[in-house]
């Protein structure tokens, strides 16, 4: 999907997919991590939270550049990923306790965000899906989500509604959802398929926006770039502004706080990067 209709997909509806965002190698090694983590009680849905220090699948998702060139058009330089869980979904059938599937759970991410703040509310944080089983038919545990909804102060529906105008986000096993915070949209729906549902989220926020979980990644800072430092919430400092000292960075950033923009700009470097890591994978060298 070209960037520019990307772009006015999210800002009409509250959302869009990026077809093939994952190479197909780097989805064979998140399913693998995925499968692991699980392999204790594989007929439980999982949903866990502070996942990217676990393994290097989920560090290499932050600065995808298939995905990061359009977090930065629509929330700037002055951004971290605040967030990351993964979500696997046996087929109901499978699901010890069938109650857990019971509804949709509407809600808008944030929080006591929605309460706090007057409406309209301000675009705060965008939510990517990396989806790595076959979700293009419905009926697979999908998201539903009320496509422009991030533009009113309509309430969620009930738990058990499912409106007319919901869809089911379908989408191909690599693509990338992106999504509008402020959007409407469903925790669950029912799995009635023969597949799990597997996909990996990570939340990308301002920098003066605390953290949604423990981000236990302070022992990534050796092994990450300056960029990747930025995105863990590893750079944060102090400046000097208008003489007053100890102001933090995160609310008064210099060029040198964010080297997101500056000479590795988050298109041509990532894929460098991105390439050297699937060379070392090819050549058996992690």
């Not at 920098?207 to 995105?231: I, N, S, Y």
């Not at 923009?261 to 041509?268: P, Q």
Request: proline share 7%; net charge positive; aromatic share 6%.
């Amino acid at each position: 999907m070209e960037t520019a209709k990307a772009l006015d997909e999210f800002r009409e509806h509250g959302y869009a997919v990026i077809p093939n965002a994952i190479t197909p190698e780097h989805q064979a090694a998140l399913i693998c991590s995925l499968d692991s983590l699980t392999s204790d009680d594989p007929e439980k849905i999982h949903n866990v939270a502070d996942i990217i220090g676990l393994r290097d699948e989920f560090l290499e998702l932050v600065d995808l550049p298939t995905v990061l060139p359009l977090v930065r058009e629509l929330l700037g330089n002055n951004i971290w990923v605040n967030h990351s869980h993964y979500n696997v979904n046996p087929p109901d059938s499978k699901v010890k306790t069938s109650k857990t599937m019971r509804g949709y759970g509407w809600h808008r991410d944030g929080g006591v965000i929605n309460n706090d703040l007057p409406k309209p509310a301000p675009l705060l944080s965008i939510k990517v899906g990396f989806y790595l089983s076959d979700l293009s038919k419905p009926g697979r545990g999908q998201t539903y989500v009320l496509t422009g909804s991030h533009k009113t102060d309509e309430r969620p529906p009930a738990n058990e509604e499912l409106p007319q105008s919901a869809i089911p986000v379908c989408v191909t096993p690599g693509s990338a959802l992106l999504f509008d915070r402020r959007m409407i949209h469903s925790i669950r729906s029912a799995n009635t398929s023969d597949i799990t549902r597997k996909v990996v989220f990570l939340q990308y926020a301002y920098r003066w926006m605390c953290p949604v979980d423990a981000m236990t990644v302070e022992h990534l800072r050796d092994r990450c770039d300056p960029v990747r430092r930025q995105l863990l919430g590893l750079s944060q400092n102090f400046n000097v502004i208008d003489g007053a000292q100890g102001r933090s960075a995160r609310y008064h950033p210099r060029v040198q706080d964010l080297p997101l923009a500056g000479g590795r700009s988050g298109t041509v470097q990532p894929l460098i990067n991105s390439i050297r890591r699937r060379l070392s994978r090819l050549l058996g060298l992690r």
